[in-house]
């Protein structure tokens, strides 16, 4: 059984920048951050596979930069320029390793509890 815990959430103004952390317990799979706002579905922000192949969202690219300490069973979102339209709760996700990710929730059997992002204009 995989357990994701999710810290670094907050609120910044427009512009700033915030590292999300997500600590695993047990093996450690392909991971990702998905995010959902307020009256909108969830979508992929980030993936990365366990030899670090990474997948962005188009909304984010050259803002996000997904990582991971394999040795710390840790994933990071490091998060720039953000914009009031990144407002949501962020979730981090685990799968099996496959290879490749991509930014589909169905891929992803573990979830954490979301740490919220909130970004004023």
């Known amino acids: 059984q995989v357990q994701l815990v999710e810290s670094g959430g907050g609120s910044v103004q427009a512009g700033g920048s915030l590292r999300l952390s997500c600590a695993a317990s047990?093996?450690?799979?392909?991971m990702g951050w998905f995010r959902q706002a307020p009256g909108k579905e969830r979508e992929g922000v980030a993936a990365?596979?366990?030899?670090?192949?990474?997948l962005y969202a188009d909304s984010v690219k050259g803002r996000f930069t997904v990582s991971k300490d394999n040795s710390k069973n840790t994933l990071f979102l490091q998060m720039n320029s953000l914009k009031p339209e990144d407002t949501a709760i962020y979730y981090c996700?685990?799968?099996?390793?496959?290879?490749?990710?991509?930014?589909?929730?169905?891929?992803?059997?573990?979830w954490g509890q979301g740490t919220q992002v909130t970004v004023s204009s």
């Open positions: 996700a685990a799968g099996r390793d496959r290879g490749w990710v991509r930014l589909v929730s169905n891929d992803y059997d573990y």
């Open positions: 047990g093996i450690t799979y392909s």
């Open positions: 990365i596979t366990r030899v670090g192949t990474t």
